[in-house]
């Protein structure tokens, strides 16, 4: 059985920074994609950053969030981090890792599996 666990996030400041972390269990050995995405109320789930665990690549959804925030994984912990610096009010939204088999893809869609979502606060 495959289950996540996020957790890291709260209340900040703009300008501040936050580190999140996902625990993952129960994914097989070998050909999988982790990511992580958004979502605000009312609002569709978006792509963040994800990587795959063969090769390691990581992409991010865009140039914002790829100069702000940085996605890392110790393997020895099973645990997948996104450290989020620089942050801004629009950043504000519940933030859900996700795993799915074999591909990498971008819609939340065709990622079957979520953990509970850790929610992401930031002030002006």
């Known amino acids: 059985q495959v289950q996540l666990a996020e957790s890291g996030g709260g209340s900040v400041q703009s300008g501040g920074s936050l580190k999140l972390s996902c625990v993952v269990s129960?994914?097989?050995?070998?050909?999988?994609?982790l990511g992580w995405f958004r979502q605000g109320p009312g609002s569709e789930r978006k792509w963040v950053v994800r990587?795959?665990?063969?090769?390691?690549?990581?992409?991010y959804a865009d140039n914002s969030v790829k100069t702000r925030f940085t996605l890392s994984r110790d393997k020895d912990k099973n645990t997948l981090y996104l450290q989020m610096d620089r942050l801004k009010p629009e950043d504000t939204d519940k933030y859900y890792c996700?795993?799915?088999?074999?591909?990498?893809?971008?819609?939340?869609?065709?990622?079957?599996?979520w953990g509970q979502g850790t929610q992401v606060t930031v002030s002006s």
């Open positions: 996700a795993a799915v088999k074999f591909d990498c893809y971008d819609r939340a869609v065709d990622f079957p599996y």
């Open positions: 129960g994914l097989p050995f070998g050909d999988y994609c």
């Open positions: 990587t795959h665990n063969l090769n390691g690549a990581i992409a």
